[in-house]
């Protein structure tokens, strides 16, 4: 994992929902490395790109995408 992979967090956990962030959702890494296993990780709006948390995130807990799959799309409101 690296600064600017695109990640999908891939595990729920209280922490995540407290901050906004469900399984599903992707983000941006946002650190160059990790701290304890974890990686810094900004998580916007799909369609608007508006910033919804900047968390740290267990690596185990995130897929690197290359790009968001299509049958990932959230529907558009």
């Known amino acids: 994992m690296k600064y600017l992979d695109?990640?999908?967090?891939?595990?729920?956990?209280?922490?995540?929902?407290?901050a906004g962030v469900k399984k599903g959702m992707f983000g941006?890494?946002?650190?160059?490395?990790?701290t304890d296993g974890k990686w810094q990780v900004v998580f916007?709006?799909?369609?608007?790109?508006?910033?919804?948390?900047?968390?740290s995130?267990?690596?185990e807990d995130l897929q690197i995408h290359e790009?968001?799959?299509l049958d990932k799309?959230?529907?558009?409101n």
């Open 67 to 69: 790009f968001v799959p």
């Open 44 to 55: 916007s709006e799909f369609y608007t790109g508006k910033d919804i948390s900047d968390i």
């Open 57 to 59: 995130v267990r690596e």
């Open 6 to 18: 695109l990640v999908e967090l891939i595990n729920d956990r209280p922490e995540y929902e407290k």
């Open 73 to 76: 799309y959230p529907p558009k």
């Open 28 to 34: 941006a890494v946002m650190s160059e490395e990790s």
